[in-house]
């Protein structure tokens, strides 16, 4: 199997921080040259002065929301535009929202849809005919642990990661022979912006273990992928993967009620003490 070179463009969404910005770095560190794409253009210049500078790659940001309709056909467009050729495609932009479903305004499920599904598929389906035709390419989907399980107080977002595990395991196995992989990358809990954004306040400190750091996630999924790995489960999502199978699929519905009545009660309380 033919596999991508470095010197080649990777495609990272959601570069401009947390895991996407450190798989940015480890590529381009290995001479990859990176399109970087994300809303915050600023912070995707500051990575591509950083990177460009220091690694002597390439990187080209795109800033675009990618929850508007068409905004991944003009990220693709760009890339063609300018002669790149994308071996490896990383789907990582995502974002979440804990809380019961009834109480959460309509438009954030439809972001978290629009954005941890759709873009995902029209990305991948517009980048991957090149890499079939080239017979090279990698492809690798940020989902989360939360996909395992049907996850009660995260029911959509949860729901989104599921989508996004069904659809890596199903293209990796429809591209076996083609020098084309898709890997799908499932953390638990990273120290990243996402925690907040999704209002999921700091961990207590004996908790803390249980939350992965970002570089060493980021570190195992572009490795991984590289080397065509299917599913990459770091740290405290692996014990969630393995329990996932272990317990009968009913019992999720009242384990994940038990667990989401008690984080939800303690997020409205440390959201009142804050
Ligand atoms: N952190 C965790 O605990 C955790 C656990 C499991 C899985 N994950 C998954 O990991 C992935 C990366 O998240 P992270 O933890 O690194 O969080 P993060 O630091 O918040 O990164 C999210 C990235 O997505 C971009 N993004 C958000 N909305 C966008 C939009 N509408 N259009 C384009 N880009 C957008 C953000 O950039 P802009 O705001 O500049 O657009 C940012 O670069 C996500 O798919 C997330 O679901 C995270």
Request: proline share 5%; charged share 25%; hydrophobic share 45%.
């Amino acid at each position: 199997m033919n596999g991508p070179r470095a010197g080649g463009w990777a495609l990272v969404t959601g570069a401009s921080t947390g895991i996407g910005r450190e798989i940015a770095r480890l590529a381009a560190r290995d001479g990859w040259s990176v399109v970087a794409v994300a809303r915050t253009r600023s912070l995707l210049e500051e990575l591509a002065a950083d990177l460009g500078a220091r690694r002597g790659v390439e990187v080209l940001p795109i800033a675009a929301d990618l929850t508007e309709p068409g905004a991944a056909d003009r990220v693709f467009d760009e890339t063609r535009r300018r002669g790149i050729e994308v071996d490896f495609l990383v789907n990582n932009a995502g974002v979440g929202f804990s809380g019961w479903f009834h109480e959460t305004a309509s438009r954030r499920h439809r972001v978290m849809v629009s954005l941890n599904v759709g873009a995902l598929v029209e990305l991948t389906s517009l980048v991957i005919p090149g890499m079939v035709e080239r017979g090279r390419g990698r492809i690798l989907n940020v989902g989360s642990a939360a996909g395992f399980v049907p996850g009660l107080g995260f029911t959509t977002y949860a729901a989104t990661k599921s989508f996004v595990l069904y659809f890596t395991e199903g293209l990796a196995a429809e591209l076996r022979g083609t020098g084309v992989t898709a890997s799908l990358l499932a953390p638990a809990a990273v120290a990243t912006p996402f925690l907040d954004k999704a209002g999921i306040p700091e961990p207590p400190r004996w908790q803390r273990w249980s939350v992965a750091d970002a570089r060493d996630v980021a570190r195992a999924g572009y490795r991984g992928a590289l080397r065509g790995r299917v599913l990459i489960v770091p740290g405290f999502g692996l014990p969630v993967a393995l329990l996932s199978r272990l317990f009968p699929r009913r019992s999720w519905r009242w384990i994940g009620r038990l667990v989401a009545r008690r984080f939800l009660r303690n997020l409205t309380a440390r959201k009142e003490e804050s």
